[in-house]
Nanobody
Framework: VQLQASGGGLVQAGDSLRLSCAAS????????VGWFRQAPGKEREFVAA????????YYKDDVKGRFTMSRDKGKNMVYLQMNNLKPEDTAVYYC???????????????????WGQGTLVTVSS
């Protein structure tokens, strides 16, 4: 599985951005795709994930209600719509693919088998 993230940029607090993750290679039917982020000096952390098979979504608590993850099966694309962005959302955002995902580890970096390159999101106050 190859993943390509895009859509980052510099925005002001309160603005919106939509990140995209293009997937290619084997079918994603047995995968979950996740968004993670890594701020300078911090570890990579879970943001959101979606099960490709049924579209079930999972979110980090502090992005619930602001971020929405979706997928387009026909285009093999995953999106992260980010609204009401805050300076603390500033990070490099990565998409990853987790083969045969299980709920208890869906938020774990170690569960993800494939990663795209990151896309930088900078939110100014």
């Amino acid at each position: 599985v190859q993943l390509q993230a895009s859509g980052g940029g510099l925005v002001q607090a309160g603005d919106s951005l939509r990140l995209s993750c293009a997937a290619s290679g084997p079918t994603l039917s047995n995968y979950a795709v996740g968004w993670f982020r890594q701020a300078p000096g911090k570890e990579r952390e879970f943001v959101a994930a979606i099960r490709w098979s049924n579209g079930a979504t999972y979110y980090k608590d502090d992005v619930k209600g602001r971020f929405t993850m979706s997928r387009d099966k026909g285009k093999n694309m995953v999106y992260l719509q980010m609204n009401n962005l805050k300076p603390e959302d500033t990070a490099v955002y990565y998409c990853g693919a987790d083969f045969a995902p299980i709920l208890s580890t869906l938020r774990s970096v170690a569960s993800y088998n494939y990663w795209g390159q990151g896309t930088l999101v900078t939110v100014s106050s």
